[in-house]
């Protein structure tokens, strides 16, 4: 993501083992707990399109394009495969 996304969270929606084990207990302001996103979370509604852009660019990597007309269709540079791909959500 450009810029990062913040989200709050009940303290007590998050197990004991969790707080535990990444020493949250001085993080908690209110019975709430701050969370900064940087690359991507499951549940945002943009998450489809970040794992989709990021393929793209892996793919690319390994000699495949998109196609400007049909956005999803994919052709590679050298080899004659071609396919179509929808990307929801990587979890």
Same mark, same amino acid.
């Given at each position: 993501?450009?810029?990062?996304? @913040?989200?709050?969270?009940?303290?007590? =929606?998050?197990?004991?083992?969790?707080? +535990?084990? @990444?020493?949250?207990? =001085?993080?908690? /302001?209110?019975?709430?707990?701050?969370?900064?996103?940087?690359?991507?979370?499951? *549940?945002?509604?943009?998450? $489809?399109?970040?794992?989709?852009? *990021?393929?793209?660019? +892996?793919?690319?990597? /390994? $000699? @495949?394009? +998109? =196609? +400007? /007309?049909? /956005? $999803?269709? &994919?052709?590679?540079?050298?080899?004659?495969?071609? &396919? &179509?791909?929808?990307?929801?959500? &990587? *979890?």
């Amino acid at each position: 993501m450009p810029i990062p996304e @913040y989200m709050r969270a009940d303290i007590k =929606s998050i197990p004991a083992t969790i707080i +535990q084990h @990444y020493s949250l207990e =001085s993080l908690v /302001h209110k019975g709430t707990i701050y969370v900064e996103i940087n690359k991507g979370m499951y *549940g945002l509604p943009h998450a $489809g399109i970040l794992a989709n852009n *990021g393929l793209i660019d +892996q793919l690319a990597t /390994h $000699g @495949y394009r +998109q =196609s +400007q /007309h049909n /956005h $999803g269709l &994919f052709t590679h540079i050298t080899r004659p495969v071609d &396919f &179509f791909l929808v990307v929801d959500d &990587f *979890g």
